[in-house]
């Protein structure tokens, strides 16, 4: 086959993008249903394309798939090329697939104690996620946010996200948003204000133990999988 790279490699640039485009676009034809099987060569031709809409697509697919199998390497460099062409093209994805991309990619930096990487994404990119109003995928980012604020000591800057956070939860209404808000509140209950919560009563005997406790269960919750079916949990 190696005639194959010398044919390919004597096409001029115009000749070789117009090649991806046609082998993406067949795949993507014959993949119908299934194309997850085959999101990374998708991600890969599309990416020599121009279609940048394509091409952020499928590399956020393919960080979601390899993150679901927790191959975090993997993941996080289909999720960097696909940040690296959100920002250079904005108007690539719709406000709904930026979403999508960074409850994924926020999980992984979250994971992968990247905090002030995530810091600087959700900067960036949280005013289009609000723009989605009253969404489950808001308050899952948010709570990532409100991670990576704490873990960096900005506690003020947490409790006002949070702040935002829990009334959208609230009337979301649904167990996985009250949940993951619930996680955040612990968070910032025992590190930036110390209180009684408005959703749970702690009895003096229980307030008398060790303030570790419930540092404990708000990292092993937040910190918490859950994808495609799968559970992990760190530590």
């Known amino acids: 086959m190696r005639w194959c790279g010398t044919l390919y490699h004597s096409l001029l640039g115009d ?3 117009a090649l991806h485009a046609k082998i993406a676009d067949e795949l993507e034809r014959r993949g119908g249903n299934r ?27 393919a960080g979601s798939k390899s993150l679901g199998a927790y191959s975090l390497d993997e993941a996080a460099t289909h999720f960097a090329a696909a940040l690296a062409l959100l920002d250079k093209s904005p ?11 960074l409850v994924s990619y926020a999980l992984l930096l979250n994971l992968t104690d990247q905090v002030k990487t995530m810091i600087g994404i959700l900067e ?3 005013p289009r996620i609000d723009r989605l109003g009253d969404d489950v995928r808001a308050v899952l980012i948010r709570h990532h946010y409100v991670f990576a604020l704490v873990w960096n000591t900005r506690y003020r800057e947490a409790a006002a996200v949070q702040r935002e956070t829990l009334p959208i939860a609230e009337r979301l209404g649904d167990s996985r948003s009250r949940a993951y808000s619930l996680t955040s509140e612990l968070l910032i209950s025992t590190t930036a204000a110390p209180k009684a919560l408005r959703s749970l009563r702690y009895s003096k005997e229980k307030q008398s133990r060790s303030r570790l406790t419930p540092m404990i269960v708000t990292v092993r919750v937040g910190r918490g999988v859950s994808l495609g079916g799968r559970s992990f949990t760190e530590g």
């Open 15 to 17: 000749g070789r993008t």
């Open 35 to 61: 194309l997850i099987e085959v999101a990374e060569v998708l991600a890969y031709h599309y990416s020599q394309t121009s279609r940048a809409d394509k091409a952020f697509g499928y590399l956020s697919m």
């Open 91 to 101: 108007e690539c994805a719709s406000d709904d697939q930026v979403a999508e991309f």
């Open 124 to 126: 960036r990119y949280l």
